[in-house]
């Protein structure tokens, strides 16, 4: 089956859809990359999603958002299919994983009640009828009424993907958040332990953003961090986030290391150069501390922070002892990731195979993940 998947994450660098080839194997999938193409947003859409991502807002802004983005989707779509030459009619099916502006996973007290919440826009509705795609959308939101935290969800795609008979594996992701999944040696499904590590390029991002004007929206290959310093004391209390002493399952997002945290970090008047080495340093980390839980040889990273030297050379000296490579070694364009797990996510769901791994995410029970706007 021929599926696209679109992905815009915490980084909010741009639109990215895979379009892959799925078919079921024994106890996975056979995943074969066709093309993959990211679309940068337009600076003013992404001020409109930072404006209502964790923020006061207007619903109007984001009922105006939530359609813009599923015209925006579409239209990625489209250019992803003309660029790689793929006829849109050979696709069958869409996994859309919205823009996410609320994500709050642990049950707070409102009006009374207990509530969890989450909150992804990018109308499904507009991709099914722009594209004649049957759009799949809204994955998280099952997940969390079956108690779970909604993320990460990349894990059960891990666990079809990259899980050996005989080598324990981790599966590192940096995007705007860093997630890994633990995959025992010949695991189950139950086996898999995954967790939102904290902070992957967010923090980042958003220094680099202050720091160039709007110039760069990230530090690429690390430059600016490579020749800056890292300051201990920031760096520390950035470390005692209660955040990073949690047990999982868990999970985080801008709610944690967004706007605030990082107006704290500017308050302290530091370089900006040597905040943005500070905030590369707590990535590589948070991250490698977390994988230091578990005796694995291999990690096999995704995402943008891939291309982050400076971030992957520190990983690299904290786990002296694991092999680091890129999921592009197995088959996986690292960038393309995120957005291929989607498409493999939407096609579960058509298969009616439940998405998520409750031992990851804290759910009573798998459930199936998405909701469906036919074509």
Not at 147 to 169: C, E, H, K, Q
Not at 194 to 207: E, Q, R, S, V
Not at 331 to 353: N, S, T
């Amino acid at each position: 089956m021929r599926v696209a998947g679109v992905m815009s994450g915490t980084s909010l660098d741009g639109i990215d859809v895979a379009i892959v080839d799925i078919a079921r194997r024994r106890g996975g999938v056979r995943v074969k990359p066709v093309a993959f193409h990211t679309t940068p947003y337009p600076k003013l859409v992404r001020e409109a999603i930072l404006g209502v991502s964790n923020a006061m807002t207007h619903t109007a802004a984001i009922a105006r958002l939530n359609f813009l983005l599923g015209e925006l989707y579409a239209a990625a779509i489209r250019e992803t299919c003309r660029r790689g030459r793929v006829p849109l009619d050979s696709v069958v099916l869409a996994g859309v994983h919205g823009q996410t502006i609320f994500h709050e996973a642990a049950p707070v007290e409102y009006l009374g009640h207990r509530v969890a919440s989450t909150l992804q826009i990018g109308e499904a509705a507009v991709v099914a009828e722009r594209t004649g795609l049957w759009t799949i959308s809204n994955f998280r939101e099952r997940d969390m009424a079956a108690g779970g935290r909604g993320a990460p969800l990349a894990p059960a795609v891990d666990y079809l993907l990259f899980r050996s008979r005989r080598w324990p594996r981790i599966a590192l992701n940096i995007g705007g958040i860093a997630n890994i999944s633990f995959l025992p040696a010949g695991a189950g499904r139950g086996d898999v332990i995954a967790f939102d590590t904290g902070p992957g390029n967010m923090i980042i991002d958003a220094l680099v953003w202050h720091y160039t004007g709007g110039a760069q929206s990230y530090d690429r290959g690390g430059r600016i961090a490579r020749r800056a310093s890292v300051h201990p004391r920031v760096l520390e209390a950035m470390l005692s986030d209660p955040y990073f002493r949690r047990e999982p399952p868990k999970a985080c997002g801008r709610e944690q290391f967004g706007r605030e945290f990082v107006n704290g970090l500017l308050a302290t008047g530091l370089p900006l150069p040597d905040l943005i080495a500070t905030a590369t340093e707590l990535t590589a980390r948070t991250v490698a501390g977390a994988i230091a839980r578990f005796e694995v040889r291999e990690v096999i990273a995704s995402g943008g922070g891939v291309h982050n030297r400076r971030l992957m050379r520190r990983l690299r000296e904290l786990l002296p002892g694991c092999s680091i490579v890129t999921s592009a070694e197995y088959g996986i364009d690292p960038d393309a990731k995120e957005a291929i797990a989607f498409a493999i996510l939407a096609y579960e769901f058509v298969q009616g195979r439940a998405g998520n791994l409750p031992s990851a995410t804290g759910a009573r029970h798998a459930v199936l993940l998405g909701k469906g706007s036919p074509a």
